[in-house]
């Protein structure tokens, strides 16, 4: 069955600093990934995804992913953080009628 | 920006009562999806929805749930008899193909609470 995992409850990172937000990721067959967004009392909103191709994925808000399937994970990154930053973000895998989602890791940047 | 929008944006129903939550997914999209959030949890899936019947659900959606496309534009999620333990966000998504490399947009979400 496809599933993901998010190791990290809550991240907290500073402002200005670069912020990671940890996924692990197992699937049968090609793995197809995303990252969603949810600030409070706010809908999921999406951030990028892999499908294939390049192993870093550019998506909005200036995060990036990386994918590493020896390590079968696909952290989010982005080089320096910002205080609107700071939200719920979800990790998923794309199963063929649905998607499936970790737990979601808590960010929070302080000024 | 086309998007996906949810009515009402809370509810406030007795336990044992029906409710029907309404979603009008994008206009061209032809899967959909609801996902409830218990208070800030994990995000859970309940049912997707493809050519007018029910392509898969999960443990969660049972009897008491069934979802309906009534007219071209709204696809709805009825509960028949609520229980506390559905209090819940529940997320509408709509998709355009069902493909594994496609996502899902999601609206705000409706806030259901059964007192």
């Known amino acids: 069955a496809q599933s993901v995992a998010q190791p990290e409850d809550q991240v907290n990172v500073a402002e200005g600093n670069p912020l990671t937000v940890k996924c692990t990721y197992s699937v049968s067959g090609n793995p197809y990934l995303f990252w969603y967004v949810q600030y409070p009392n706010r809908g999921l909103q999406f951030l990028l995804k892999?499908?294939?191709?390049?192993?870093l994925v550019k998506g909005s808000y200036g995060f990036e992913a990386e994918f590493n399937k020896s390590q079968t994970s696909f952290h989010l990154k982005k080089p320096s953080a910002l205080v609107s930053d700071s939200a719920l973000y979800f990790c998923?895998?794309?199963?063929?009628?649905?998607?499936?989602f970790g737990a979601g890791t808590r960010l929070t940047v302080k000024p | 920006e086309p998007e996906v929008t949810q009515t009402p944006s809370h509810q406030v129903t007795q336990m044992g009562q029906e409710v029907i939550l309404r979603c009008v997914p994008i206009s061209n999209h032809l899967y959909f999806y609801w996902y409830r959030q218990i208070l800030g949890q994990k995000v859970e899936f309940l049912v997707s929805f493809y050519n007018n019947e029910i392509s898969e659900k999960s443990e969660i959606f049972d009897d008491q749930f069934s979802v309906e496309r009534p007219d071209g534009s709204n696809f709805t999620l009825k509960i028949r008899s609520t229980k506390l333990e559905d209090s819940a966000m529940y997320f509408c998504?709509?998709?355009?193909?069902?493909?594994?490399?496609?996502?899902?947009?999601f609206g705000q979400g409706t806030r259901l609470t059964v007192v």
């Open positions: 998504a709509s998709s355009p193909t069902g493909g594994k490399f496609t996502e899902a947009f």
């Open positions: 998923a895998v794309r199963a063929l009628n649905d998607m499936r």
């Open positions: 892999y499908i294939t191709g390049d192993n």
